[in-house]
């Protein structure tokens, strides 16, 4: 009867419209067993553990640390370091609705099902009980089913592709809800472990927020096709190139030889970066490596290295374990081949730390010059790929998850590798790769906490996707036994699916 008088849950939505305490009585009302009594789903995650390193909080901690998140965004500091966050936070129309959608986005947790779904039905239940607008309910509900979505697509999908902005953006409908999405995951990632936040996850999820807000106002309707978009980014970088006094026909020249998905895959500025030093290389100066910030946001971008030279089998494994020898985390790899056999690779790094590079002259000369110098024989190669990664870090272990599919789009297979963290993962990747002939297309590399859930986009020595049952399973196999290297013999059974 307390649960259902209009008087109290008029009074238990107020709160969220409070200038401040919202967060304060939240946890007043955990502590003393009042806000698990008046929401008896909340109360079935109360102090309820999560096994693992990427959360460091009880499920109810964790929501509560969400709302605080959110309330600290208006907070100098705070916004300094999470700018578009702030700003969003600061327009969103009714405020209180991504806090409630925050107090219920992980409460269908330690129940059987998806967390998300059953979070769904749960929110629609306390809409109706509390007698909230339909609006008001719609988004609420929206934002619990898909309060992971955002996090997803920006750390496992390719967000050069035009089709991946399209299907995201018509996935999340209007610009209202992509400014409640994008707040809420920014809080959730925060307040799930404070280490997980880092500059490269950062750009990543503002570039998809940017480019989704940017189809959204163009209309679904008319969506940016591949070939409209490298002529955008050839045209805006040829004119940075002739102001900078570079010969036009020099560059179309390059330019032929580069294909279409060089284009996509960078920007205006980087290629016309790219292509002003490759035209000065000199024939035999051996392999060009280039590094920069991706962006002068102190908290939003990595390190960008991009190498230029002959394209070679092996190219990628002595390349990753180049840079696992440098300390270097790979957050993300561009994997290309000229049609003049030159590979264009970009790598988007940090350092051993999280941290970006920066502005340290001394590490990036160390970094250039320790891979010009691994890169320059390829006689070396085998040595390098050869030698030995540190040994694994002692972290909780779980069975591996290995899935093999083909992509329904494009003609490449992709591979999905879910394992415990480990210095040098890469490497021993690459290594496989190169024992079963297979070359790596593209790569969308995630580290959570302990966790690493890394994709790649592979095809076979003809660049055809894989096709043969038995070599799948020989793949899987193979990698598998790399990553339960040092793992209990008795670990429950991996996964694989065709």
Known sequence: NFRNDIRNTSLFIELFKCEIGIHRNLRRMNRYGILGRYLPEFGLIVGQMQHDLFHIYTVDAHTLNLIKHLRKLQYTPVSEKFPLASKLMGRLPKPELIYLAGLYHDIGKGRQGDHSEIGAVDAQKFCERHQLPAWDSRLIVWLVQ?????????????????????????????????????????????????????SWRASLL??????????????????????????????????ILVREGTDPDDVEQLWSQLGDDYFLKHTAA????????????????????????????????????????????DFFAVTVAAMSQLNLNIHDARIITSSSQFTLDTYIVLDNDGGSIGDNPQRVKQIRDGLTEALRNPEDYPTIIQRRVPRQLKHFNFPPQVTILNDAQRPVTILEITAPDRPGLLARIGRIFLEFDLSLQNAKIATLGERVEDVFFITDADNQPLSDPQLCSRLQEAIVQQLQAGQASDASPTRVTF
């Open 146 to 198: 898909n309060h992971l979505v955002m996090s997803t697509t920006a750390q496992r999908k390719d967000l050069s592709d035009p089709q991946v902005i399209n299907d995201f953006a018509l996935h999340v409908g209007d610009e209202t809800r992509l400014d409640y999405l994008y707040v809420l995951t920014v809080a959730d990632i925060n307040a799930t472990n404070p280490s997980l936040w880092n």
């Open 206 to 239: 503002r570039q998809l927020y940017t480019e989704t807000k940017r189809a959204l106002r163009r209309g679904l309707e008319n969506p940016l096709d591949r070939e409209e978009q490298i002529r955008q980014t050839q045209s805006a970088a040829l004119d």
């Open 270 to 313: 980087d290629v016309a970066w790219h292509s002003d030093a490759i035209l000065q290389q000199p024939a035999d100066g051996g392999p060009l490596v280039l590094i920069k910030e991706t962006t002068q946001r102190e908290f939003e971008g990595g390190t960008q290295i991009f190498i230029y030279a002959p394209d070679q089998h």
